[in-house]
C-alpha cells in the first residue's frame, strides 16, 4: 500500500435552514492540545459540503465542535456548537509536510527528536563593572532536532525532498507541519532553520534536521 499523509475524516449531517434563513458558513472547530482553545480549523461556504479531510489533526485523538452561521433577516447568527467526529488511522514515524499545501510532504524516520527552549540573553558591561552581565530578553525560542535514520547518498531520496521544502520556504513562504504518530499530541508548527546537517560516513549521510517552531493560527491557510 503507498504511503499517504495522515489525516483525521471529519463529518456531520447537512445542517436544515429555517424559513427565511439564509445558509453563510460551516464553522469547524478543533481543540488545541497545547492551548486548550478551541481554533477554527475550516470555514466551509456549501451547505452540501459534510466532511473536511484535516491534514493538521494531531495525532492520537482530536476532539471537534461545528457550528452553523446563518443570515437571518440581515443579521448575522452563529449556532451553539455541536460535537462531531473524527476518524484517524494510527502510523509510525514522521511526516513532515507544508500547510498551504499538503501535497507537498515527506516521510521521516527519526533515531531521536530533540526539543530545546532557549530564551533571549545577551552579556553586555554595565558601568562601572569589569565583567559582563547577563540581560535576559522575554521572548523564548522552541527549536527541534531531528537525528534522522541513515540514507544511501546514492539514493537521496529524503535529502532531496527536504530540500525541496527549503526550496518552498523561499519561493512560496512555506510553514511547515511536522508530526510524530507514536506520540499522542506530537504535532509542531515549524520552518526549517537555516539548513539540513549532514555528517559523511562510510557512504552514508547522516542527516540532522534542525527546525525552529513558530507561530500560526488554525485556518490561515
Given at each position: 500500500m503507498a504511503e499517504v499523509l495522515p489525516y483525521a475524516a471529519v463529518s456531520w449531517t447537512q445542517y436544515v435552514l429555517d424559513v427565511g434563513d439564509e445558509f453563510v458558513s460551516y464553522n469547524l472547530?478543533?481543540?488545541n492540545l497545547e492551548t486548550e482553545v478551541w481554533d477554527v480549523i475550516a470555514t466551509i461556504e456549501d451547505i452540501e459540503t459534510?466532511?473536511?479531510?484535516?491534514?493538521?489533526?494531531?495525532?492520537?485523538?482530536?476532539?471537534?465542535?461545528?457550528?452553523?452561521?446563518?443570515?437571518?433577516l440581515g443579521a448575522i447568527i452563529e449556532s451553539d456548537p455541536d460535537e462531531v467526529t473524527g476518524v484517524e488511522f494510527e502510523w509510525r514515524g514522521l511526516r513532515t509536510h507544508e500547510i498551504?499545501?499538503?501535497?507537498?510532504?515527506v516521510s521521516l524516520q527519526a533515531s531521536t527528536v530533540q526539543q530545546r527552549v532557549e530564551q533571549g540573553q545577551t552579556y553586555r558591561l554595565a558601568a562601572g563593572r569589569r565583567h559582563e552581565t547577563l540581560f535576559a530578553g522575554?521572548?523564548?525560542?522552541?527549536?527541534?532536532?531531528?537525528?534522522?535514520i541513515p540514507e544511501d547518498l546514492r539514493d537521496p531520496v529524503t535529502v532531496t525532498a527536504l530540500e525541496?521544502?527549503?526550496?518552498?520556504q523561499y519561493t512560496a513562504g512555506a510553514v511547515l507541519c511536522v508530526r510524530?504518530?507514536?506520540?499522542?499530541?506530537?504535532r509542531y508548527i515549524v520552518q526549517i532553520d537555516g539548513g539540513i546537517d549532514e555528517a559523511l560516513s562510510g557512504g552514508l549521510g547522516r542527516p540532522s534536521l534542525p527546525l525552529r517552531r513558530v507561530a500560526m493560527p488554525e485556518g490561515w491557510a
Open positions: 472547530k478543533r481543540l459534510t466532511d473536511w479531510l484535516d491534514y493538521l489533526a494531531f495525532p492520537g485523538s482530536n476532539s471537534y465542535r461545528l457550528t452553523v452561521t446563518v443570515d437571518r498551504q499545501d499538503a501535497s507537498e510532504w522575554p521572548l523564548m525560542a522552541r527549536t527541534l532536532r531531528l537525528e534522522l525541496r521544502l527549503l526550496d518552498r510524530w504518530g507514536a506520540r499522542p499530541g506530537a
